[in-house]
């Protein structure tokens, strides 16, 4: 058996981690590759009878598919599997001859029932809970009990995204406390899966997952929960057991806007608990955008989250989808002028300047009517409804900020220095004059070394991961 994995966020592949501990205990064993950091294992392809591919995202999802094509080339007897969000949402095009079946959700189980099926030479339509070409099932919400997640057989954590602080660079340990999210943001590929339900890891199971790293030479922690704070109670738990532990190791967690402002007690124990940073996905300073997305915050919630979290002194990175159909010029000047003002450029990556909103199969986007007008029919190949904006600047200005921050990457630019050229290109499409304006003076801010981003349609920076894999 052979497991792949294309693209997890820069970070070692839990996607692939815990399948390998349910397949170690069903007594099977299985290869694992990691295409981010691993050439294509040509040999292991050739002799596999039984693949499964990782797609939790996009990008991963483009690489598997290659993947699977030359697979097929190679090896026609091999049965292909995918498992992930995107396989669930892509269903329909990878089960017409790229895949032989699919699981979403909670799949570990699911892919041992299929490697046991394939080994066997037993049809995997057999294998009920499965999508096949003569069917389709729902993603698998039954709760599993997890084991600590197998990382024996993957690259060394030395391979993925550092943790990046005063001049110092670390090993980054990588693991969640939760999958799933209980929240319905309707561009959130997880929603269409997990459809608001969300699964507690026990902590003695992460706290496990965590020592192993650290035994590797990790001294951070990146938990990658779509939202750390769906279960407060819970997160404070695995934080304090944590730092219990290990005292002098920091970690970095993500949440909802909304959240940090509705537990601030939480939100300043995990600070004193070790929280170097916090990820948040502002994703507009726009109402109505905010609004289409339900992203269950304001522009006015922002600026309050990044005084409150200034106050305790908790940086924080945001995330944006700065380019939808119901951004305006206005809304993107907005959106940049607030973190130059207040300092925080050097927290927004350049490229997230440049994300366009990506809206695949199943998206709820396509079930809100008032929105999902300003979606093209399906392109089944690139696995997204294309739009376009109804004010050509911001067409022009999407592919203007995509080309900048692709080029600056390339050459290795300071992100200063890309963050003044996307403002001056902003104001120029708008005819406005860049303002003079003082920015506040900050430290450079924790961060990882991987400058990471989901929920896009694709980019020059994801096309270049792909061809690169």
């Given at each position: ?385 294309p739009w376009s904006h109804p004010d050509p600047r911001m067409n022009a200005l999407a592919d203007e900020v995509g080309a900048l921050v692709a080029e600056a990457e390339n050459r290795g630019d300071a992100a200063e220095h890309t963050w ?50």
């Open positions: 058996m052979l497991l792949l994995s294309g693209y997890e966020l820069g970070h070692q592949p839990l996607t692939l981690a815990w399948p390998l501990a349910f397949l170690r205990d069903a007594g099977i064993d299985a290869t694992a590759v990691d295409l981010q950091v691993e050439p294509f294992p040509v040999e292991a392809a050739r002799a596999a009878r039984f693949v499964a591919i990782s797609v939790p995202m996009h990008t991963a999802l483009r690489l598997g598919v290659s993947a699977a094509k030359r697979i097929r080339r190679q090896n026609p007897g091999a049965r292909i599997a995918f498992f992930g969000h995107y396989a669930q949402l892509n269903a329909d095009h990878l089960l017409d001859g790229v895949a032989d079946a699919i699981v979403a959700g909670e799949s570990e189980a699911l892919l041992v029932d299929l490697a046991r099926a394939a080994l066997a030479g037993t049809p995997l339509e057999n294998v009920a809970g499965v999508s096949t070409a003569s069917r389709r099932a729902l993603p698998a919400l039954d709760r599993l009990t997890l084991p600590q997640p197998e990382r024996s057989a993957l690259p060394s954590i030395s391979r993925y995204a550092r943790f990046v602080h005063d001049g110092k660079s670390v090993l980054s340990a990588y693991t969640a406390a939760s999958r799933g999210c209980k929240h319905l943001c309707r561009h959130c590929p997880i929603v269409p899966i997990y459809g608001g339900r969300f699964f507690a890891v026990p902590v003695e199971t992460v706290l496990a997952d965590v020592r192993a790293q650290l035994a590797q030479g990790a001294r951070h922690v990146t938990f990658g929960d779509p939202d750390f704070l769906n279960g407060p109670t819970h997160a404070l738990r695995v934080a304090r057991a944590l730092h219990a532990e290990f005292p002098d190791v920091s970690f970095d967690l993500t949440a909802k806007v909304e959240h940090l402002l509705a537990e601030p007690d939480a939100v300043r124990e995990l600070r004193d608990l070790g929280a170097a940073f916090v990820v948040s996905a502002v994703e507009s300073l726009s109402d109505e955008v905010l609004r289409r997305l339900r992203k269950g915050h304001t522009a006015d919630d922002v600026a309050r989250l990044v005084d409150f979290l200034d106050q305790i002194a908790l940086p924080l990175q945001p995330t944006l989808v700065a380019f939808t159909p119901w951004t305006t010029p206005d809304d993107y000047l907005a959106t940049l002028e607030f973190f130059h003002d207040r300092g925080l450029s050097a927290h927004v990556p350049p490229v997230q300047l440049s994300i366009r909103l990506l809206v695949p199969p199943g998206s709820a986007l396509l079930d809100d009517p008032e929105s999902a007008p300003f979606f093209g029919a399906l392109d089944a190949a690139e696995f997204v409804h003044q050229a996307v403002r001056a290109a902003a104001h120029q499409a708008a005819g406005r004059p860049v303002p003079q304006s003082a920015t506040r003076a900050r430290p450079d801010p924790p961060r990882l070394s991987e400058q990471w981003f989901c929920c896009s349609e694709p980019t020059r920076l994801q096309t270049r991961v792909v061809e690169t894999a």
